[in-house]
């Protein structure tokens, strides 16, 4: 995106006026209480620290942006946000400075619970099987079964973008902070470094998530021995008729027969009952 159509994209959306910036803050109002609920059932500490760093270091790279551009702009004339621009005209400088800080503010909250969803739901971007990297690449969410679960695992890798790209203000805030315009012109563009944080952030959460793939935990079939000689259904003895029958054990042979007393092992009983259930 070139500089000329980046002024031109600002203009139209200029046209909008303050309706823009009131329905750009309320969103992110609505954002932070959706995804509050979506973590309700959340119990893991770990997972709230993570979400909690992520929102201590989004707010900074805010807060680094919010500072820089009111000591360059003081009157926000030069603020390349065209959301502060629209509250300027339409409520003057003081509602757009607290506008803008407070927006940051949700917006870092809404990073730190964004990763958080990430981390608890990162296993819906598993996907049946995979034995290597590659493999766990190409196959990435084939998992999902349902409509709703495809959505899940797509905002799932979203929200991992999502946190992440709230360090592009710390590159906004280091280019504004630059006095000489020879050595802003040689330093890459805002649109090349995002694009270029995108992918970085994409390759980021492929490899986080393949690494939880490969250390949960492996659960494996609980072993039951099964009689060869009866079906699996059979092996269930009862501890009370067991007891009865070694009690009396005259009365083993007709519990054979009909049925009660399948399959049970003749070594955990007297040498009396093993002889009567061989006879």
């Known amino acids: 995106m070139s500089n000329r159509t980046l002024i031109e994209s600002m203009s139209i959306v200029e ?14 109002v609505f954002a932070v209480g ?36 009111l000591h360059r702009s003081p009157d926000l004339a030069l603020a390349s946000n065209v959301l502060w621009r629209a509250t300027v005209d339409g409520f003057g400088l003081e509602a757009a400075k607290v506008y803008g800080l407070s927006g940051r503010i949700l917006i870092s909250i809404l990073a730190g619970q964004m990763f958080a969803f ?55 805030a280091l280019f504004n902070a630059v006095d000489d315009p020879a050595r802003a012109g040689r330093m890459p563009s805002v649109p090349a470094v995002t694009v270029a944080l995108l992918l970085l952030l994409s390759a980021a959460c492929l490899t986080l998530t393949y690494a939880t793939f490969r250390a949960r935990p492996r659960l494996r079939a609980p072993y039951r021995e099964i009689d060869p000689v009866h079906s ?48």
């Open 118 to 172: 990430y981390l608890s739901n990162a296993r819906r971007l598993y996907p049946r099987r995979a034995r290597s990297f590659l493999e766990f690449a190409l196959r990435l969410g084939n998992r999902a079964g349902t409509a709703r679960q495809r959505g899940l695992a797509v905002l799932t890798w979203s929200a991992f973008l999502f946190a992440g790209m709230q360090a592009q203000c710390f590159y906004v």
């Open 15 to 28: 046209q909008l006026g303050v309706g823009l910036p009131l329905l750009a803050w309320v969103s992110v």
């Open 232 to 279: 699996p259904s059979a092996v269930v003895r009862p501890p009370a008729v067991l007891g009865v029958a070694a009690r009396h054990p005259e009365s083993l042979d007709h519990l054979t027969v009909s049925g009660v007393v399948v399959g049970s092992r003749a070594t955990r009983h007297d040498p009396e009952l093993r002889s009567r259930s061989r006879s």
């Open 34 to 69: 959706a995804m509050s609920f979506a973590l309700r059932h959340e119990r893991r500490v770990a997972v709230y620290t993570a979400g909690a760093g992520v929102a201590v270091l989004a707010l900074a790279a805010h807060l680094a942006d919010y500072l820089v551009t």
